[in-house]
């Protein structure tokens, strides 16, 4: 089903941001996923959190794989880049794009089929290199265009629509991404916008792969009683790690009642993610806590919800691999192909 082009009408009154674009400028095609879909939560959110930050959408590649969640790209920035892969390989789809033009801003939209099955190998090798990608992997627990069967994401003891229990062990994204050595990892819910959209700023803005894991029930196939992936199971098991907010240093940090429970943690652009802890002495730059911290709430049949840890002394790719400064396309022919001489002298030195 192709998706349907929403009319260009906006209201005069719509506030602007400092480009000068309203939040209907970042908007795309209308969707046409079930109604009441998590993914159309998580396409608002990403919508709110791009004209907050002013980006200009022209200036965006939105990559993304095969699935539900692969078709969330054509629901904003229609006049972004864009390119949707083969099931599974995105992640390599975007690490090329980004050596190639390393001035775009990179978001991967996937799902828990496409990137914990057949793409993570995918996913664990673009953690590895540190790529600069806001990764959103849209969680449903489902195969929702094959009808619902459980996906690798799908917990002990969840049950299908059916009634049938899931008996394999799920892989968590989360803990996967931590162990990984993933430089921003963290946990959102699509019906917590409040939540989700400062987590999508300070993903944006922080240097490296952003990895952040949405629990987005499916409606159709993963939103019944004995579902852990539903709308009812999730509001009544989060536990919110952190209160988030993106505070640039251009302006003053305030903290009412004082700063003893805050936690700030500077971005590599120079802005603050601010923490506001719901456990003492929790830092989110402790990587062993942070898994300790998911794996407890695991236990528990909880699930762990904020920026749970950054890490702003990582390099990303282009800085690990030496990088030229600018895009490919812009540079000069010679710099591009320097001769067969060069050619030589660099295969010399792998022999």
């Not at 499916?218 to 993106?246: A, I, M």
Request: charged share 20%; hydrophobic share 35%.
């Amino acid at each position: 089903m192709t998706s349907i082009t929403k009319p260009p009408v906006r209201h005069p009154g719509l506030r602007r941001n400092s480009i000068g674009l309203t939040a209907r400028d970042y908007e795309g095609a209308m969707s046409t996923l079930c109604a009441g879909c998590g993914h159309d939560s998580v396409t608002a959110a990403i919508i709110q959190a791009a004209w907050e930050l002013a980006l200009p959408p022209h200036r965006v590649a939105k990559m993304s794989g095969i699935g539900c969640s692969s078709k969330t790209t054509a629901y904003f920035m229609k006049q972004a880049h864009g390119f949707n892969s083969v099931h599974g390989r995105m992640p390599s789809v975007a690490s090329g794009a980004n050596a190639a033009n390393r001035e775009l801003h990179y978001i991967g939209i996937s799902g828990d089929g496409d990137s914990l099955s057949i793409g993570l190998g995918q996913l664990c090798h673009a953690i590895r290199r540190n790529v600069n990608l806001l990764y959103v992997i849209e969680n449903n627990g489902v195969y929702g265009l094959t009808k619902g069967q459980f996906s690798a994401s799908s917990d002990v003891g969840s049950k299908s629509k059916r009634g049938e229990p899931n008996v394999q062990p799920p892989i968590d994204p989360v803990q996967l991404a931590l162990t990984l050595g993933a430089t921003f990892v963290a946990r959102s819910f699509s019906g917590d916008k409040a939540q989700l959209v400062p987590i999508l700023k300070a993903a944006f803005e922080h240097t490296g792969l952003a990895l952040v894991d949405v629990i987005s029930p499916c409606v159709t196939f993963n939103d019944h009683d004995g579902s852990t992936k539903s709308y009812r199971y999730t509001r009544e098991h989060t536990v919110e790690l952190t209160s988030v907010d993106l505070v640039p240093l251009r302006r003053e940090i305030g903290v009412p009642g004082g700063d003893e429970a805050v936690v700030s943690v500077t971005m590599h652009d120079g802005d603050v993610v601010r923490f506001r802890r719901t456990e003492d002495g929790y830092d989110p730059t402790d990587r062993e806590q942070a898994i300790a911290h998911v794996r407890a709430c695991q236990h528990r049949g909880e699930v762990a919800t904020g920026i749970l840890f950054i890490d702003e002394s990582g390099h990303d790719m282009h800085e690990v691999n030496g990088t030229v400064a600018g895009a490919l396309a812009e540079l000069p022919f010679e710099a591009l192909c320097p001769g067969s001489a060069s050619l030589a002298e660099l295969m010399a030195e792998f022999r």
